[in-house]
């Protein structure tokens, strides 16, 4: 009887071995950014990235990533710093209305959760991006996003992707004393649409 049920076991051990697979691959493709809120226009970028693709069963895939992204925003109405010298002497700072580029780049972990039928997949699942530079008016060097997608397989190798990421984190502090927004708060928001390559 124990041997039985240590044979049992050992079978079922290696069963659920035999259906787990690994595979690592490369993604990239464009960014269309926005920062809502904000007066502007869209801004088009790039991203690329790494990921370990675990299969746990036929329908269900667990993939963690690491990626680089570039976003944020076009044409922002702002307030630009502009020197004023008086000729009575003295220096003051006046600001004018104009239009500036806000680019974010941010270094991201992302773990996703694909859900598989035939060759198509939705995928969904949280992220923490940490900023990379930091143009002015950012005080905050973390979002914390939530990530949504679908994907095709168009080989065993090779696929495209589109996805949604929002930013749930404010990247900037007071940005209303120089940007003309709408509301009070103001987060990332970016459509990306790529191609990935696994490694079989």
Same mark, same amino acid.
């Given at each position: 009887m124990k041997k039985t049920l240590?044979? *049992?076991c050992l079978f079922g051990a290696y #069963?659920? @071995?035999? @259906?787990?697979? *690994?595979? /690592? !691959?490369?993604?990239a493709g464009a960014n269309f950014s926005t920062l809502t809120s904000m007066e502007g226009s869209s801004k088009t970028d790039f991203y690329a990235g790494v990921f370990g693709a675990i299969k746990l069963a /036929? *329908? %269900?895939? =667990? @993939? /963690?990533e690491l990626n680089y992204s570039r976003q944020g925003m076009d044409d922002v109405v702002s307030d630009i710093p502009t020197p004023y010298l008086p000729e009575e002497g003295g220096h003051y700072v006046t %600001?004018? /209305? !104009?239009?500036? !580029? =806000?680019?974010? #780049? %941010?270094?991201?972990?992302?773990v996703m959760n694909k859900f598989e039928y035939k060759k198509f997949g939705f995928m969904i699942g949280p992220g923490l991006d940490f900023i990379v530079n930091k143009p002015r008016y950012v005080s905050t060097e973390v979002d914390f996003t939530i990530n949504l997608g679908l994907n095709y397989d168009v080989t065993e190798s090779f696929g495209i992707e589109a996805r949604f990421k929002k930013g749930l984190i404010e990247p900037f502090a007071d940005y209303g004393d120089f940007f003309f927004s709408d509301e009070d708060r103001s987060t990332n928001s970016v459509f990306q649409v790529g191609l990935y390559y696994k490694i079989k």
């Amino acid at each position: 009887m124990k041997k039985t049920l240590l044979l *049992f076991c050992l079978f079922g051990a290696y #069963q659920a @071995q035999a @259906q787990i697979g *690994f595979n /690592p !691959g490369i993604r990239a493709g464009a960014n269309f950014s926005t920062l809502t809120s904000m007066e502007g226009s869209s801004k088009t970028d790039f991203y690329a990235g790494v990921f370990g693709a675990i299969k746990l069963a /036929p *329908f %269900y895939t =667990l @993939q /963690p990533e690491l990626n680089y992204s570039r976003q944020g925003m076009d044409d922002v109405v702002s307030d630009i710093p502009t020197p004023y010298l008086p000729e009575e002497g003295g220096h003051y700072v006046t %600001y004018t /209305p !104009g239009k500036e !580029g =806000l680019s974010l #780049q %941010y270094l991201g972990i992302n773990v996703m959760n694909k859900f598989e039928y035939k060759k198509f997949g939705f995928m969904i699942g949280p992220g923490l991006d940490f900023i990379v530079n930091k143009p002015r008016y950012v005080s905050t060097e973390v979002d914390f996003t939530i990530n949504l997608g679908l994907n095709y397989d168009v080989t065993e190798s090779f696929g495209i992707e589109a996805r949604f990421k929002k930013g749930l984190i404010e990247p900037f502090a007071d940005y209303g004393d120089f940007f003309f927004s709408d509301e009070d708060r103001s987060t990332n928001s970016v459509f990306q649409v790529g191609l990935y390559y696994k490694i079989k």
